[in-house]
Nanobody, 115 residues
């Protein structure tokens, strides 16, 4: 059974850091990433990383967020620095199966940026 388990969300002040983790299990994964959904908005891509470490980011987080992965642990991380009020959202881990076209989602973790 495929599972993606996120951790690390919480309440942080503007300008502060937070690190999310997502432990994946149950199959072999290729690309992995983080998405977020703020209240009243559509889910959007935050960052993605390939098995070889190539990354891409949404413009609004470029230079502030860093995605990384540990292939041996099937874990993907999102280091978030200089957090802004508008980064408040539920953050979801996503992973594509290495074989086939299936994609999997975590349950989401709340990130709230507030003073």
């Amino acid at each position: 059974q495929v599972q993606l388990v996120e951790s690390g969300g919480g309440l942080v002040q503007p300008g502060g850091p937070l690190r999310l983790s997502c432990a994946a299990s149950g199959t072999i994964f290729s690309d992995m990433g983080w998405y977020r959904q703020a209240p009243g908005k559509q889910r959007e891509l935050v960052a993605r990383i390939t098995t070889h470490g190539s990354t891409n980011y949404v413009d609004s987080v470029q230079g502030r967020f860093t995605i990384s992965r540990d292939n041996a642990k099937n874990t993907v991380y999102l280091q978030m620095n200089s957090l802004k009020l508008e980064d408040t959202a539920v953050y979801y881990c996503n992973a594509d199966a290495f074989v086939g076209t299936k994609t999997f989602w975590g349950q989401g973790t709340q990130v709230t940026v507030s003073s």
